[in-house]
C-alpha cells in the first residue's frame, strides 16, 4: 500500500512538474517577443519599454505562480528542503555574478551584504540617476531647475518605494521568492510610471541643445537590460 501510495505521489509530483515546464516555456517565448531587439534614442521612450517589459515579466510571475506552488504543495519535507538548498545555493551564484558586475560599474560596495541582490541594486540605480549632473552640465534656468528638482523628488520616492519591497528578498521557499520577485517587478514599475510624466514634462522644457547634454548623462537603456536579466 505504501508503495502504491509513493508511486501515486511520484506521478502527480511529475505532472505537476511538466505543467510547470510548459507554463515556463510559453512564458519565455512571450518575454521574447516582448522584450525589445533595440532601443529608441529618446529617453522617454526607453522608460516607456522598461515599464512595458517590467510589466510583461510581472504578469508572467503571476502566471506561473499558481502552477509551481501546485508542484511544491506535493513535494514531502525533504524534497522541500533540497529544493530549498537549491534555490540559497543558485542565489548565492547570482550574487557573486552581481557583485562582479557591481565593481566593473564602480558600484559602492558599503551597501553591504544586499549589495547581490537584484532589487537592492535597482534602488542604487535609481539613487544613482545624475540628477547634478543634468544640473550642472545643461545650464538649466530657474523654471527648468524646478522641475528636475520635482523629477529628483519622484524619484527618490520610487526608490523609497521599492527598497521596501526590496525586504522581502530573504524568503526561503520557492513559492515565496516569485511572490516577493513579482512584487519588486511590480514596484519598479510603478516608480518608472511614476517618473516618466515629471520627466517628459523636464525634457519638453529644455532646448535642443539641453537635450542633447542631457541624453549625454542618462543612460536608461542598462536599467532595460538590467530588467530583462
Known sequence: MMLLKASSQQKSQHKAL????????????TLGATCPKALPKGINEQLAILSHTLEAM?????????????????LDDEQKARLVAMGVSNNSRARSEQDGRA???NIDKRS?????????QWVIDLRSWPV???????????????????????IYRAAGRLG???NADDRFTPPGRLEARQVQLEALQQGVDA???????FESELTDVQ????????????????AAH
Do not use: H, W
Open 18 to 29: 511538466e505543467r510547470i515546464q510548459s507554463e515556463a516555456l510559453d512564458t519565455a517565448e
Open 58 to 74: 510581472a504578469t508572467s510571475l503571476r502566471a506561473l505562480r499558481p502552477t509551481f506552488a501546485t508542484f511544491y504543495g506535493l
Open 103 to 105: 565593481t566593473g560599474r
Open 112 to 120: 553591504g551584504s544586499k549589495q547581490g541582490s537584484l532589487c537592492q
Open 132 to 154: 547634478r549632473q543634468i544640473e550642472d552640465r545643461a545650464s538649466l534656468s530657474d523654471e527648468q531647475r524646478a522641475t528636475l528638482y520635482e523629477l529628483a523628488a519622484a
Open 164 to 166: 521596501a519591497s526590496c
Open 195 to 201: 517618473i516618466r510624466p515629471v520627466f517628459s514634462r
Open 211 to 226: 537635450r542633447a547634454r542631457l541624453g549625454s548623462v542618462v543612460n536608461v537603456s542598462t536599467e532595460v537590460t538590467s
